[in-house]
């Protein structure tokens, strides 16, 4: 499998406070994705990267930024966390056209 | 836009029975492939079968085989002889067959429960 990490993995931040999640992977992909993985709701896209400086919006993208100034780095980044944005985020990548690869997610809580 | 449905929030089944969970989508596109995730609770997302829409024969993976109904946009899963280690959440997802970019797109999800 592609290698491909997140971090953190777990993160409590307090609102209003901005956070920076990322993702890495390892084999030099071109596509990226952060989901968003809420109960009731399944996996949402929140962001996605075609390539480098290359990036576009989702279905749930608002209060969310993203960056990718490298094939191996996708940056998350909530500017002003809200309770609302408490949830566990995925990163993936498109190795072929089947399936995606996920990173571990992150569980980030804002309080 | 494509939408996936799982109809069935909860599911419980005995060891070593069988069970079926359900999945329907809805898209215009004729080209496409579905999927079943499986996401135990170390919240590792695993792909646990995948259909192209142009085969009609149903896709198999050991005791996991799916229902692909492609007129009724139907995508059920079945896993056979059912173990403790099935117990997790799955997920139905679709995605359009083309650039490697196509986006999947995720059912609500259907957690399963196996009983000793």
């Known amino acids: 499998d592609a290698g491909i990490t997140q971090s953190p993995r777990h993160k409590v931040t307090e609102t209003g406070t901005p956070v920076t999640l990322r993702c890495h992977q390892t084999?030099?992909?071109?596509?990226m994705y952060w989901y968003r993985q809420d109960p009731g709701h399944g996996l949402r896209l929140i962001h996605y990267?075609?390539?480098?400086?290359?990036?576009d919006k989702g279905e749930v993208s608002d209060g969310y930024s993203v960056s990718r100034s490298k094939t191996e780095d996708f940056l998350l980044t909530l500017e002003s966390a809200t309770s609302s944005q408490t949830s566990v985020y995925f990163c993936?990548?498109?190795?072929?056209?089947?399936?995606?690869?996920f990173g571990s997610g992150t569980r980030l809580t804002v309080v | 836009a494509q939408t996936v449905t799982q109809s069935q929030p909860e599911m419980s089944v005995q060891e070593a029975e069988t069970v079926t969970l359900s999945c329907t989508y809805d898209?215009?596109?004729?080209?496409?492939?579905l999927f079943w995730y499986k996401q135990p609770p170390s919240r590792q997302m695993i792909l646990v079968i995948r259909?192209?829409?142009?085969?009609?024969q149903n896709a198999t993976e050991n005791r996991f085989s799916v229902n692909f109904q492609k007129a009724a946009k139907s995508f059920s899963l079945k896993i056979s002889d059912s173990q403790l280690g099935d117990a997790a959440m799955y997920f139905c997802?679709?995605?359009?067959?083309?650039?490697?970019?196509?986006?999947?797109?995720f059912g609500a999800g259907t957690i399963l429960r196996v009983k000793s």
């Open positions: 993936a990548i498109s190795p072929n056209n089947y399936g995606y690869t």
């Open positions: 084999e030099n992909h071109r596509y």
């Open positions: 990267s075609y390539g480098v400086k290359d990036t």
């Open positions: 898209t215009s596109e004729s080209d496409y492939y």
């Open positions: 259909q192209e829409a142009y085969k009609q």
């Open positions: 997802a679709y995605r359009r067959r083309g650039e490697y970019g196509n986006k999947l797109v």
